[in-house]
């Protein structure tokens, strides 16, 4: 009787980690970044470790391509996000959500993310690719 119990419970688990899976199939995994506290823009991004500058490139291209603002500093402190609208760093609470592609679409829109892509592609010289982004880690140094 018990051990029956016990196998209809793992197997209600079991149907709620497949549907979990199918879920987290249709979604993508998306480092949510609060509002800046102090202005309230979202157009705000996350330090992110990074070796160098050929890392830091491709980690910004990477993650814009995915609708998230994140600067490639060399330690990531207590102040782990910054706001590109007022110039601050705060400390947030950047948690992973599961997004379908609409709230990627809203998420892009909201944080400016084409406006920062293009600022970005539109530097052809590799000499002068001073993105937006990398002028704001600059500023905060
Ligand atoms: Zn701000």
């Known amino acids: 009787m018990e051990s029956s119990e016990k196998g209809r419970m793992s197997a209600g688990k079991l ?12 979604k993508m995994p998306y480092y949510y ?10 157009i705000t991004g996350r330090f992110v470790r990074a070796r160098n500058d050929n890392d830091a490139d491709w980690i910004i291209d990477e993650s814009l391509r995915h609708g998230e603002i994140v ?8 102040e782990n996000c910054f706001c590109c609208e007022c110039n601050t760093t705060f400390t947030g609470n950047v948690e992973m959500r599961w997004l379908s592609m609409n709230e990627l679409d809203a998420e892009k829109l909201k944080r400016d ?4 892509w293009q600022e970005r592609q539109g530097n052809d010289e590799k000499k002068d690719k001073r993105s937006l982004l990398s002028k704001i880690a600059d500023h905060l140094r």
Do not use: D, H
């Not at 149907?15 to 199939?25: D, I, M, S, V, W």
């Open 71 to 78: 600067s490639p500093v060399p330690k990531v402190l207590s």
């Open 33 to 42: 970044v609060p509002a800046c506290p102090k202005c309230g823009s979202y």
């Open 113 to 116: 993310i084409y406006a920062i």
């Open 15 to 26: 149907y709620q980690t497949l549907q979990e899976a199918y879920r987290n199939k249709l």
